[in-house]
Every structure is written in structure tokens, then in C-alpha cells.
């Protein structure tokens, strides 16, 4: 039966052939637009490291004077942390694993004559870093906690680096020049770039794209005098980057891996007792804090930029007036073919017969028309691969948003048929046949 | 025109009437909010800065030894002043739009507390003519403030400043600021002149209420200035910044030397905006489309269908002119329920964006605006379908079908 209901919706719109081009650009250009809108959409607020992400929390303080709180509404905890509080919170080690970082703009000079220095992206941190956010080895490994207690001038690179300087060699125990002082490679990671860039967040890099190029101990670095890119200044002074460990300003961003989710009351009842203790020292006038998993942090802190969630909206928007204008189009066709019907209802054909021919004939013209808005879809995201945002090299269509394509087109077009397909089916056969 | 046999005939049709109804209204609730953001966004794409954005190459120099800067600086001024075309160059600590905020609160006594955050420029001698500022009142810093004004933890060690017009207006409003004292962290400096309103560092970043709020201060050369600005024609620009490039690079072979203009900075700096309008008004356009070809698809059908009908009453004495007219003040009536349901929808998705976004409060011309562009549409629409209606020959009535 249903191989026959396909013939005869297949003939019925090419009677039509315009009307039925019409009904399909138009379901395809609104489900074009709503696939490549949601494919950034749901890239830009996926999970960065989906293994871990549950188990990984970023605990706030607020060192900040009463009467000059953090943000204008006074709401919102400071985004990093003091130098003296991230340290004692890393060496009170309450949780499983737990680093503090920094992002820095570092001038990498590569060895031998000609080589032009250049600039990169460079992480802080500490040993915990790459066990905490499962980073990847391609060779040696990262530094242990004793090298960063004696100031080791070690790093790790990242492939891409690597490729660059060492042509994807084991470049393990060779050296390079950052900023003007020469660091050992003690390890090389493999491609490794969590989407969102969750630990950059706050920390002066960007949300997205690739990731930095050299991870190295903080107090070595800070030894060398490298500065990180984001201090804000909570005292009466402007920060003094020289003693930046002593300064009354936040600039570093402290992660914790904890064993479970369960284990987040007990810490955060840990860090307002540090808070209350700090209180009671005078560093601190409010003993407010905070403790964020991963995901509600990045929720929290909008990382999603507004542009494209207005987009994905506008799109959805776009796509119901498509759903709309097919449901017109189908509407007029049926209400023009009363008299085919009347005679297919004569000869026998029941209700449910015409209403699921009906919806055949829709389910076709939502088939086609998402295939035809895949393409559109494609045509969106080659144009999002050559805009200038930071997630541009990202957008591409993968194997489940392919489907979903399909999903959404033949949703909407069956949606979209509900209606022709009932007044086509109520429609009574006897004045039809009597007019004629 | 008499409306009530049209509403007569659309009580009989009334799922093809509540389509187009339905059709137009979405189409307006999101043409005003669209075409509302492409209006806000092409507004900060020109927010005006008074420097001289034509004319301006930046050079930047980066990682080299802050200790040699004050014997390297003035050396790379004199060699930038050699290229042929170049008016003035200076040394500078930032650029506005250049993405790299350098921000401090400014009040006018020594403990006021604000929310602004203010961008701060620290210039080198000539740095004035090189960027271009207009100065509407008091006086330039002079040579002697040059020399004399270091930089220490992100502050000057000098004692005057020029502050932007609505600097002025904000800390001091009704009086001169000329003379006054301008405050940060307990420290002071004396306002020796008011320049027109030039951009922050990053507007989008300090908000509406620091987008003019900028500070200049003297300074002598010193490592913190990564910046040259060098001022010619803007004929001559782009071959400003390839020889300057070239100059600076030959000069600090340690460092790592880029080249811009300062036109190609404020375009990169509203490149997303830019992107943005480009697929709003896509979207606009292609929805305007589909809306357009629905009416026509919709309206054609109902022609077809009440064929005989025109063909009874054109039989009966109706002109050509009768029948038009009614297809359009059909789709007149059609299109005006749409579009005050539409307005209405606007507005609450507006609301609901002021609510969830960094939105501002539609101006309420947005909306008669929106109205008017879709019902012309609808006009538009109309106008092939309802030709072929009244073209429909009174013979028609005298056939049977």
C-alpha cells in the first residue's frame, strides 16, 4: 500500500512542479539555516573533556573590600584567585588531584641561525595539570611536584609546536628559548584542544580554537619574570607585576579533581572555612565562596558567546515560518484536488487511506527538502569556516547532526502535512462526484 | 470598496486565511528584531574616534629587552621618521580597539569609588600629532612633561594628563576640567587639556559607560611602549607600514615586529559585528522571500478556486478594476491582522531578549516600520495573482466548471 501511496504522491507533485520547488527550497533554506545554526551552537557549549567533566570543579574566593566588591552588582565572585590563596589551597591537596594556572604571551626564539622569534600562547601551571585534565602524551611526560618546588626550567610542547620546530621528532631533552631563557622539553603532547577552552576562561585566551604551545611550571616562570596576560588589582595599589606573589591581586585559576560529585559539599565546607579563617586573619572581609563542576561554571560564565544563541533562535524562527508557508502550499493542493479525492473515497478508499496518502506526499517533500538543506547546511558552515571567530575552523558537520537533519526535516514536513492531510480526508465524497 | 463580502468569503476559507495571517506575523516579530540588531550593530561599527584613523600605520614591537628601550626607542623614532611620506611618529603604550584593555577607575576627589572603567594611554613625545587627537581645550603636554614622566605599575610618574570630552563632562560636569585633579588609587594628575572623544581599547568590553572614557598621559621612552604610530596621507599607509615593518625589523632582530593599519585594525576589530549583519540581513531577506511566495502560492490557489465566482460577477458587471481591488483589500485586511500580531510578538521577543541578552529596549518606530515593509510586501505579492483573477473572462459563469 505504501509503495502505492508514494506513487501517487510522487505524481502529484510533479503535476506541480513549481509549487512543489517552492515547498521544498523553502523547507530546505529553513532547515539549512537552523542545522548550521545549531551545529556551532552545540559545538561552542559541548562538554570539553566528557570522561572528566563531572568530577572537576573550580572553587572561587572573594578577597575583594566590602564596599568595592568584584562586579558593579556586587553579586558575582572574582573570577581568579590570589597568588597566597592558590598556593594554600593547592598545597592543603583536600582534593584528588588540583593545579593552578595562568595563560601568558611568550616569545619563543627557535635554536640556530635565522630562526625568526615569534610569539605563542604559553601556560602557567603546575604539576597536576596533565593527570587532571587527561592530557595526552605523544612523548616523555610532564614535570612532577619536586620540579616545581626547585624552580626547574622544564616544559612541555604541544604537537603542533613540536611539528614546527622539530619537524614531529621526539624533540624529549632538547631546548628552547622562551623569552629570552632556555627551557628543557621534557615532554610532547599529542593534538590536545577541549572545546570550549574551559581553563582559558577569565585567564586572557580564548574560548575556542587551538590550543597553547607551551606548558611550564609557574614559579619557574615567574622566576624568569614572566608576566601573566590577566591581573586585576584588589587593593588601594596598582598591582606591582614584579611581586605578583605578594600583590593584592587575583591572577591565577585554580582547578580540583574530586573523586565523585559527592565530594563537593565536603570541599566547598573546606574552602568557606578557609574563607572564615582568613576572615578571622583580616585578609578577608567576606567569607563568601564559591565551587562550580565544570559544566554550570562554563553555563555560568556565558562562554557560549550571544551572537550565537540569537542566531540559533532566529533560525528556529525562520524555520516555523518554512513549516508555516508548507503547511499553506500542501493546504491549497489538497483543497484543489477535493474532487480526486471525492472519487478515491467512492471507489472505497477509507479515511486513514487519504489521510496517509496525504502525509506520504509531505513526507516526501520533507525527504527532499532535507536533502536539499544539508546542502544548504554545508554551504553554511563553509561560509562559518571563513568567518573571523574563534571557533570558525571548528564548524563542521558531524555523523549525528547529519541525522538530526533528517529528523527535523521530516518532523517538520509531517507536522506540516497534519493539517492538509485531515481536511483532505473529511472532505465528503457525494458533492464532489454531484458537481462534476 | 465593500469589506463585507471579502469577510464573508474569508469566514468560509478561514485555515487558508489564519495561514497568512499566521505567516505574516512571524515574518514581522522577527524582521523588527532582526533588522533592530542590524541597526545597533551598524551603529558600533561607526562609533566615531577622534584620531586620524585614515592616516595612521601601527607597528608593533614585542619581546624586546625593556632594559635598552631608552637608548632603542628614540633610535627606531629617528630611522621611522626617515620614511618618505611619514608626517609624525611616536611611540605608544596602546592603541584604541586594539583589543588589549589597560583599564583604571578615574574619580574626580581621592576617595570616590566608580564603576567606569577607564582606558589609559600613555604617549611619547609628539605622540599628540602622530595619533591625530583634536584638542578642543586647555594645551598639549610639552617637552619637558615628556622627558620628565616615567611609568610604574601601570600608572605615570608625571604629573599632568589630557582627558576625553566626556571624561570631562562626567567627573566635572558643568565646570572645566582644565586644571582639575584627576584622581586614581590615591595618586593625582592635573588635566591640562580636553581632546575629543576617542575610543577605548576595547568598548565592547568596557560597556556604554567607558566606550569614551579615555585618559593620555606623557611618557618618557620606556619598555612598556610596544607601540609606533606613524602618521602620513592614507594614499601612502599601506606602504608605510611594509617599509616600516622592514626598518623595525632590521633594528631588533630579537623582537617580533607587525605591521597594520590602523584602518585594518578597526575593521578587524568589528569583524564579528560586521559578519554578523551580513547573515541577519541574509536571513531577512530569504524569509521575506519564502513569505513573499507563500502569499503568492496561497492567493493563487484561491483564485483558481473561485474561478467561477469571478467569472459570475465580472458576468453581472463587475470591471476588472472591481475584481483587483478586491484581491488586494482582501490581502490589505489579511496583512493588517498579521502585522498587529506580529508587532505584538515583536515586542514580547524583545522583552524576552532584553531579559537573556545584552539587549536595549526597541525604539518603538521598529515596529510601524516593520508593519509598513510587510504589508507593501503583501501588496506586492498579491499583485499576480490578483491579475490573473481579473483577468478571468465572464464567460467562465457560463460554463459548468
Given amino acids: 500500500m505504501f509503495a502505492y501511496y508514494l506513487d501517487l504522491a510522487l505524481r502529484s507533485l510533479r503535476r506541480n512542479k513549481v509549487l512543489t520547488t517552492l515547498m521544498v527550497l523553502a523547507l530546505a533554506l529553513g532547515i539549512g539555516a537552523t542545522i548550521t545554526t545549531l551545529t556551532v551552537l552545540k559545538l561552542l557549549s559541548g562538554d570539553p573533556l566528557p570522561q572528566k567533566s563531572a568530577q572537576l570543579f573550580y572553587p572561587q574566593l572573594d578577597p575583594y573590600p566590602k564596599d568595592q566588591p568584584f562586579s558593579r552588582s556586587g553579586k558575582k565572585l572574582p573570577w581568579l584567585m590570589s597568588y597566597i590563596d592558590a598556593m594554600n589551597l593547592l598545597h592543603a591537596r583536600k582534593a584528588e588531584r588540583q593545579a593552578v594556572m595562568a595563560l601568558s604571551q611568550v616569545k619563543l626564539t627557535p635554536q640556530g641561525q635565522g630562526g625568526k622569534p615569534f610569539y605563542a600562547d604559553g601556560v602557567l601551571t603546575t604539576s597536576d595539570f596533565f593527570p587532571m585534565f587527561d592530557a595526552p602524551f605523544q612523548y616523555g611526560a610532564g614535570w612532577g611536584s619536586t620540579d616545581d618546588e626547585s624552580r626547574a626550567q622544564v616544559v612541555v610542547i604541544a604537537g603542533f609546536l613540536n611539528d614546527k620546530l622539530f619537524g614531529g621528532a621526539n624533540s624529549v631533552g632538547r631546548t628552547i628559548r622562551i623569552e629570552d631563557h632556555d627551557f628543557r622539553i621534557i615532554g610532547v603532547l599529542r593534538p590536545w584542544a577541549p572545546q570550549p577552552r574551559f581553563y582559558a576562561v577569565h585567564l586572557g585566551g580564548r574560548d575556542y580554537g587551538k590550543g597553547e604551545a607551551v606548558f611550564m611550571p609557574l614559579q619557574s616562570v615567574r622566576a624568569d619574570g614572566m608576566t601573566p596576560n590577566t591581573v586585576m588589582s584588589y587593593g588601594p595599589e596598582h598591582t606591582d607585576m614584579q611581586h605578583l606573589e605578594t600583590a593584592q591581586s587575583i591572577w591565577l585559576g585554580l582547578w580540583v579533581q574530586l573523586s565523585s560529585a559527592d565530594e563537593a559539599p565536603a570541599y566547598k565546607l573546606f574552602l568557606g572555612n578557609y574563607a572564615q579563617q582568613q576572615v578571622a586573619l583580616g585578609r578577608f572581609q567576606l567569607s563568601r565562596v564559591g565551587l562550580w563542576d565544570l559544566m554550570s561554571w562554563l553555563r555560568n560564565e556565558q562562554v557560549v558567546p550571544d551572537d550565537v544563541r540569537l542566531q540559533a533562535g532566529m533560525a528556529l524562527g525562520f524555520l516555523l515560518i518554512c513549516v508555516v508557508n508548507t503547511v499553506g502550499l500542501l493546504l491549497a493542493k489538497c483543497l484543489r484536488r477535493s474532487r480526486e479525492i471525492g472519487v478515491r473515497r467512492a471507489l472505497g478508499a477509507s479515511r486513514g487511506a487519504i489521510f496517509l496518502q496525504f502525509m506520504v506526499e509531505a513526507g516526501i517533500v520533507g525527504v527532499a527538502g532535507g536533502v536539499l538543506g544539508l546542502g544548504f547546511a554545508e554551504l553554511g558552515l563553509w561560509g562559518i569556516r571563513h568567518q573571523p571567530a574563534q571557533y570558525a575552523s571548528l564548524a563542521h558537520l558531524d555523523l549525528s547532526m547529519f541525522l538530526f537533519t533528517f529528523v527535523v526535516a521530516l518532523v517538520s514536513s509531517l507536522v506540516a502535512g497534519l493539517l492538509p492531510a485531515w481536511r483532505a480526508c473529511v472532505v465528503a465524497p457525494a458533492p464532489q462526484l454531484k458537481a462534476s | ?401
Fill in chain 2, 1 to 401: 470598496m465593500e469589506i463585507r463580502p471579502i469577510l464573508a468569503s474569508l469566514r468560509k476559507h478561514r485555515i487558508p486565511a489564519a495561514l497568512i495571517v499566521l505567516e505574516i506575523a512571524l515574518a514581522c516579530a522577527v524582521l523588527c528584531n532582526a533588522v533592530f540588531m542590524i541597526g545597533q550593530r551598524v551603529a558600533s561599527i561607526h562609533w566615531s574616534n577622534a584620531i586620524d584613523e585614515q592616516g595612521i600605520a601601527v607597528i608593533t614591537v614585542n619581546g624586546a629587552d625593556p632594559k635598552l628601550a631608552a637608548s632603542e626607542i628614540p633610535r627606531n623614532l629617528v630611522a621611522l621618521r626617515g620614511i618618505a611620506g611619514v608626517t609624525a611618529v611616536a611611540a605608544a603604550t596602546s592603541m584604541p580597539l586594539d583589543q588589549n584593555p589597560a583599564l583604571s577607575p578615574f574619580v574626580a576627589k581621592p576617595d570616590a569609588n566608580t564603576t567606569v572603567n577607564t582606558s589609559v594611554y600613555f604617549i611619547g613625545s609628539d605622540g599628540e600629532r602622530a595619533m591625530g587627537l583634536r584638542l578642543l581645550q586647555g594645551r598639549w603636554f610639552n617637552a619637558g612633561e615628556y622627558a620628565g614622566s616615567g611609568f610604574k605599575n601601570f600608572s605615570s610618574t608625571g604629573h599632568v594628563a589630557l582627558v576625553t570630552q566626556s571624561d570631562a563632562n562626567r567627573l566635572w560636569p558643568g565646570q572645566s576640567a582644565l586644571g582639575k585633579t584627576l584622581y586614581s588609587n590615591a595618586t593625582g594628575w592635573t588635566v591640562v587639556g580636553v581632546v575629543a572623544d576617542v575610543l577605548a581599547q576595547d568598548p565592547k568590553f568596557s560597556g556604554p559607560g567607558g566606550m569614551y572614557s579615555s585618559v593620555f598621559f606623557p611618557l618618557q621612552p620606556d619598555g612598556v611602549m610596544g607601540d609606533y604610530m606613524l602618521r602620513s596621507t592614507p594614499q601612502d599607509r599601506e606602504r608605510v607600514v611594509r617599509e616600516a615593518v622592514q626598518v623595525l625589523g632590521k633594528l631588533q632582530p630579537g623582537a617580533v615586529v607587525e605591521g597594520k593599519t590602523y584602518a585594518g585594525m578597526r575593521s578587524d576589530y568589528f569583524a564579528d559585528s560586521n559578519s554578523m549583519v551580513w547573515m541577519l540581513v541574509l536571513v531577512c531577506v530569504v524569509m521575506l522571500a519564502v513569505t513573499a511566495f507563500g502569499i503568492v502560492g496561497l492567493t493563487s490557489f484561491w483564485v483558481q478556486q473561485r474561478r467561477r465566482q469571478i467569472g459570475i460577477r465580472r458576468a453581472v458587471g463587475a470591471t476588472r478594476g472591481h475584481i483587483l481591488s478586491y484581491f488586494r483589500t482582501e490581502n490589505f485586511l489579511l496583512s493588517t491582522t498579521g502585522t498587529l500580531i506580529g508587532v505584538m510578538l515583536a515586542f514580547g521577543i524583545n522583552l524576552y531578549l532584553m531579559e537573556h541578552y545584552e539587549m536595549n529596549r526597541m525604539p518603538w518606530y521598529y515596529l510601524p516600520g516593520s508593519a509598513i515593509a510587510l504589508w507593501l510586501l503583501g501588496q506586492l505579492a498579491v499583485f499576480g495573482p490578483a491579475r490573473r483573477a481579473a483577468a478571468v473572462p465572464p464567460v467562465v459563469a457560463t460554463r459548468s466548471v
